[in-house]
């Protein structure tokens, strides 16, 4: 198992509804999964499929819409947390060498915000 973690917290603006980002497979037996945290506390490791390809290929992971990113109370928004990229291998593939590289990552993501009367409220630092 491998897991590539951003070193500082990286925050999705919006409501996510897909992470993409490119990756270089050399026919190695692993599976792909990314790890998000929601405004809960609560994880949610989200499968990729396998990375069993050679070259660059774009892998595209759906979020479910059953990962809370709102709230009924203000602000509404509740932005998910990327945690990590984690390649597991298959049993029997061979531990002693193995070439991963990631391009660019992006998130499909939408970022309709409720109007309303005294928004300007919302982005004050202090009531």
Not at 18 to 24: D, G
Not at 31 to 60: A, P, Q, R, S
Not at 73 to 98: C, Q, T, W
């Amino acid at each position: 198992m491998i897991v590539f973690e951003p070193k500082k917290p990286l925050y999705f603006k919006g409501l996510v509804k897909r992470v993409s980002f490119w990756m270089w497979g050399g026919y190695y037996r692993y599976n792909i999964k990314i790890m998000l945290k929601d405004y809960m506390g609560n994880f949610y490791e989200l499968d990729g499929g396998d990375v069993n390809f050679v070259g660059w290929k774009y892998i595209t992971i759906r979020v479910p819409h059953t990962i809370r990113q709102r709230s009924r109370h203000m602000p509404a928004n509740k932005p998910l947390r990327f945690m990590y990229v984690k390649l597991i291998s298959d049993f029997d593939e061979e531990p002693f060498k193995f070439y991963v590289w990631f391009g660019s990552m992006w998130a499909q993501v939408d970022l309709y915000r409720d109007r309303f009367w005294g928004e300007g409220l919302m982005d004050e630092p202090n009531w």
